[in-house]
């Protein structure tokens, strides 16, 4: 049984996490039009994994016995001035999801919610990968100032991401 504590902060974290993939989708459309198709793609898959990081958590929240509470979800900007400044917002977003999750760790110990805590120790491995994924991306860019020719081979490269889906139950992931 989930403290109702617990419960409404697992609920935001979902709308986070969508908001996460919403945030995603919208710089992949702002890549598509900028014609860096490899990026839209990278970006695309983000927003997947966002997607399944949300139900990892719905899915905790209905086995748990709690009532899941689906929020509206906020309008991500949707204009950067060039691909450096699309992937600085990257990530210092996921710095702040980091904050998040480390905020419902605490919130899980407090309220002596081991088995919530067990569950979140997925998403503090997945959020030290996810900043260093963006800081890397990042600090290549700026490597050549996000332009020319490595621009190009870079676009090239993130078209091969492709979209693995995690195992979204408690267990196993
Ligand atoms: Fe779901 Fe990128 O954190």
Same mark, same amino acid.
């Given at each position: ?11 935001? @974290?979902?709308?986070? &996490? ?6 995603? +989708? $919208?710089?992949?459309?702002? #890549? ?13 898959? @983000? ?8 139900? =990892?958590?719905?899915?905790? %929240? ?5 009532q ?13 001035? *060039? %691909? ?5 917002? !990257?990530?210092?977003?996921? @710095? $702040?999801?980091t904050?998040?999750?480390n905020? +419902?760790?605490? /919130?899980?110990i407090?309220?002596? *919610? ?11 491995? &997945? ?7 963006? /800081? ?5 860019? =700026? /490597?050549? *100032?996000?332009?020319? #020719?490595? /621009?190009?081979m870079?676009?090239?490269?993130? =078209?091969?991401? !492709? ?11």
């Amino acid at each position: 049984m989930l403290s109702k504590k617990v419960e409404k902060a697992l609920n935001e @974290q979902v709308n986070a &996490e969508f908001f996460s993939a919403y945030l995603y +989708l $919208s710089m992949s459309a702002w #890549a598509e039009m900028q014609n860096l198709k490899g990026f839209a793609n990278w970006l695309r898959v @983000q927003y997947q994994e966002e997607t399944t990081h949300a139900i =990892k958590i719905f899915n905790y %929240i209905i086995e748990r016995g709690g009532q899941v509470e689906l929020m509206k979800i906020e309008k991500p900007e949707n204009n950067w001035k *060039d %691909i450096i400044e699309v992937f600085e917002h !990257v990530y210092k977003h996921e @710095q $702040s999801v980091t904050s998040l999750i480390n905020d +419902l760790v605490a /919130l899980s110990i407090e309220e002596k *919610d081991y088995a919530t805590n067990n569950m979140l120790q997925w998403f503090v491995n &997945e959020q030290v990968e996810e900043e260093a994924t963006a /800081l890397e991306i990042l600090e290549q860019l =700026k /490597l050549f *100032d996000g332009k020319g #020719a490595p /621009l190009f081979m870079m676009d090239r490269e993130l =078209k091969q991401r !492709v979209f693995i889906p995690i195992d979204t139950a408690e267990k196993g992931a």
